[in-house]
């Protein structure tokens, strides 16, 4: 398999991603409640009942690089989203490995009054997928994500080969945080690579070598 650097990967990414935002926008989005009448904006992504969003290591750093760039924070802000995302870590029992999926959480990325901090550039594929619907007929399709996620799976495997994982996305926040020393990554990366080396990959449901991951997945369906 060639190797992709990571920056050409992130920018595949983003391109994928706003594909994948632009055909939820335009075939789903305008039969969904609309967030700006909502009475309780962003319970979505602060529902710690709820929400148990993961992503990739390739997301993660898109996310990263998106902090960066974003002129809606200032230096101390940014720092603030890391700092939330150790807390909560930390509040939540988020771990990196176990069936991390049983675990829900109060997502970092959402700041009040500004919503989603990466909602145009690096939003992860069931939030993107998200939003409340009066019907279940107008929800997308479940395959819709699980094909972009797949397609996040094999840029991933491209760029890093086995030192990657589903991860929820604080903890991944954490590990690729810049003011962290990377050891906790470093450390990761050579578990995956071992236990990839000994466990021969063999198809996942999706058509991979993963399962697909679980995710937030249910619409929020309001009366
Ligand atoms: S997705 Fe639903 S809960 Fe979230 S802000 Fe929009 S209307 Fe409100
Ligand atoms: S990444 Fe954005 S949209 Fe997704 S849960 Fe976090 S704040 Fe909400």
Redesign the pocket.
């Known amino acids: 398999m060639r190797k992709l650097t990571e920056a050409e990967a992130v920018a595949r990414l983003k391109r994928g991603k706003a594909a994948f935002q632009t055909h939820i926008k335009l075939n789903f989005e305008h039969r969904a409640?609309?967030?700006g009448a909502?009475p309780?904006?962003?319970?979505?992504?602060t529902d710690a009942h709820f929400v148990n969003v993961h992503i990739t290591r390739l997301e993660a750093v898109a996310i990263r690089d998106a902090l960066a760039l974003t002129p809606r924070l200032g230096d101390d802000e940014r720092r603030a989203v890391y700092v939330r995302a150790r807390d909560c870590v930390g509040r939540y029992g988020l771990t990196s490995s176990g069936d991390t999926f049983a675990r829900t959480y109060s997502c970092p990325l959402f700041l009040k009054g500004t919503g989603c901090l990466v909602h145009r550039r690096a939003k992860p594929a069931p939030c993107v997928q998200?939003?409340?619907y009066e019907d279940w007929a107008d929800v997308p399709p479940l395959d819709t994500q699980w094909r972009e996620q797949r397609r996040v799976e094999r840029l991933n495997d491209e760029t890093y080969g086995a030192a990657w994982e589903w991860l929820p996305t604080p903890v991944w926040l954490t590990l690729v945080d810049p003011d962290s020393d990377g050891a906790e990554l470093l450390r990761l990366t050579r578990v995956w690579e071992s236990r990839r080396a000994r466990a021969p990959r063999g198809p996942g449901r999706a058509g991979g070598t993963r399962p697909r991951p679980k995710g937030r997945t249910l619409p929020?369906l309001r009366a």
């Open positions: 409640l609309d967030c909502c309780t904006p962003g319970v979505c992504c998200h939003a409340c929020v």
